[in-house]
C-alpha cells in the first residue's frame, strides 16, 4: 500500500463526505481537532494513541492517517516503534500483522517528509 498516496485519496473522500454529511463530519471535525490538540499530552503522543487504536482495530486508514499526524507533530521513529509494540501488547497476532502496515507507513511518511514534498503541511482535521 502507497500510504502517502493512500492519505490523499482519503483526505479527498473526506471533504467529499464533509460536503455530502456536513453537521456529522463539521462535529467530528471538531472532535478530532479538539481531541488531538496539545494540552497535558502533546499531539505527537496523542497521534501515536491513535495509530495503536488504529492497528489494535485494523484500521489502514487510521494507521495511515495518524502515522502522518505522529510524523508531522514531531514524534521520532523510535517512539513511532515503541508504540508499534504497544500495540502488539493489546492486540496480540492481529495486531502484529497491522503493526507491518504501520511500520511500511512510518518509512513511506519519513521518506515523503525527508523529501520536502507537500505532505509537510500541518496536520488537519478529517
Given at each position: 500500500?502507497?500510504?502517502?498516496?493512500?492519505?490523499?485519496?482519503?483526505?479527498?473522500?473526506?471533504?467529499?463526505?464533509?460536503?455530502?454529511?456536513?453537521?456529522?463530519?463539521?462535529?467530528?471535525?471538531?472532535?478530532?481537532?479538539?481531541?488531538?490538540?496539545?494540552?497535558?499530552?502533546?499531539?505527537?503522543?496523542?497521534?501515536?494513541?491513535?495509530?495503536?487504536?488504529?492497528?489494535?482495530?485494523?484500521?489502514?486508514d487510521c494507521i495511515t492517517?495518524?502515522?502522518?499526524?505522529?510524523?508531522?507533530a514531531g514524534a521520532t521513529?523510535?517512539?513511532?516503534?515503541?508504540?508499534?509494540?504497544?500495540?502488539?501488547?493489546?492486540?496480540?497476532?492481529p495486531a502484529v500483522m497491522?503493526?507491518?502496515?504501520?511500520?511500511?507507513?512510518?518509512?513511506?511518511?519519513?521518506?515523503?517528509?525527508?523529501?520536502?514534498?507537500?505532505?509537510?503541511?500541518?496536520?488537519?482535521?478529517?
Amino acid at each position: 500500500m502507497d500510504h502517502p498516496e493512500r492519505f490523499q485519496h482519503q483526505r479527498g473522500l473526506l471533504r467529499r463526505l464533509g460536503a455530502e454529511v456536513p453537521g456529522p463530519m463539521a462535529g467530528f471535525s471538531r472532535l478530532h481537532h479538539d481531541a488531538l490538540a496539545d494540552g497535558a499530552l502533546a499531539t505527537s503522543v496523542k497521534e501515536l494513541m491513535a495509530v495503536v487504536a488504529g492497528i489494535c482495530t485494523h484500521c489502514d486508514d487510521c494507521i495511515t492517517y495518524h502515522m502522518r499526524g505522529a510524523l508531522l507533530a514531531g514524534a521520532t521513529r523510535e517512539q513511532v516503534l515503541e508504540a508499534i509494540g504497544v500495540a502488539i501488547l493489546m492486540g496480540g497476532g492481529p495486531a502484529v500483522m497491522y503493526g507491518t502496515h504501520a511500520m511500511e507507513a512510518l518509512d513511506q511518511f519519513e521518506e515523503q517528509l525527508a523529501g520536502g514534498s507537500s505532505a509537510s503541511q500541518p496536520t488537519e482535521a478529517p
